[in-house]
């Protein structure tokens, strides 16, 4: 039963399903100020781009698509890390995570 | 059966996806993206990938989630600091979300498929097994450099959150 899923379901729907959701990411990369939400608005996209790559793996039956999709997450989870460990040094700094507030390379 | 899952697992993914967003407090973002991240995992396993869904869950709601909600509670922000943008920054995007999206759907779905007459052919190319054998022989050298970029991301992840012992403040 669930062998035949694009057949049924249609890689279309997936397709616009990978796309609002990588748009609804960097709507939050422009909107939030918080650089924590930030950060979750990348992963949001990372992970629009994982389901795309899939669903793409499904519709070819490859599973080198599937491959790609671990490499994606340890990339993820190398950024968090360190994404998280510079938010750190920057609240030890300023005292803010505010990214409107970086702005000592402003001229 | 299946599309009304489908239906009923995006309208879960791209909600909580925009409530993570939306949400003033960032431990709701942090809860919210949990609730979306468990869909994908659900979407995953929809396409039959068990391996892949349970390294997402692993992954991402109990590794990466936790170590976010650490970072929300060691800086405690109060919530009154948090003044929303202005209206043409909001304005703008928004603005720009609808130009993406425009852009990505109308170049995705002009697209023609190379597989005219999808067909089910019942060979096995996602059980472990497979995955193995794929990750192992094909991409080896990408699995090495994984590793490899694991390792430095912990180390300097280490040396950015050690304490200087001369703290020199910037001061803003």
């Known amino acids: 039963m669930l062998q035949n899923i694009l057949q049924e379901i249609g890689i279309q729907n997936y397709i616009i399903l990978s796309t609002i959701m990588f748009c609804i990411g960097v709507f939050g990369v422009l909107y939030r100020r918080n650089a924590i939400v930030v950060l979750m608005s990348i992963e949001i996209m990372l992970n629009a781009v994982n389901l795309l790559l899939v669903a793409f793996s499904t519709y070819h039956q490859d599973a080198a698509g599937q491959v790609f999709v671990f490499f994606t997450m340890t990339v993820a989870a190398a950024e968090v890390a360190i994404g998280l460990a510079l938010l750190v040094a920057i609240y030890r700094n300023i005292k803010s995570i505010d990214i409107d507030q970086l702005r000592n390379l402003k001229g | 059966m299946l599309t009304t899952i489908f239906y009923i697992l995006s309208t879960i993914t791209l909600g909580s996806a925009l409530m993570t967003i939306l949400s003033r407090n960032p431990i709701h973002s942090a809860i919210w993206l949990v609730v979306c991240f468990f869909s994908i995992a659900g979407h995953y396993a929809m396409f039959n990938a068990q391996f892949l869904a349970m390294v997402h869950l692993i992954v991402y709601s109990g590794a990466i ?108």
């Open chain 2, 65 to 172: 989630m936790i170590l976010m909600l650490f970072t929300v509670m060691m800086m405690n922000f109060n919530k009154e600091r948090q003044i929303q943008k202005k209206k043409i920054i909001v304005f703008a995007g928004v603005v720009s979300l609808c130009l993406v999206g425009y852009v990505l759907l109308a170049a995705l779905l002009k697209a023609q498929p190379t597989i005219q007459e999808y067909y089910v052919s019942g060979e096995d190319y996602q059980s472990i097994k497979v995955l193995g054998k794929v990750l192992m022989e094909d991409y080896v050298i990408p699995f090495e450099m994984a590793a490899i970029l694991l390792l430095v991301s912990m180390i300097g992840a280490v040396l950015l959150s050690k304490k200087d012992k001369k703290e020199n403040k910037i001061t803003s």
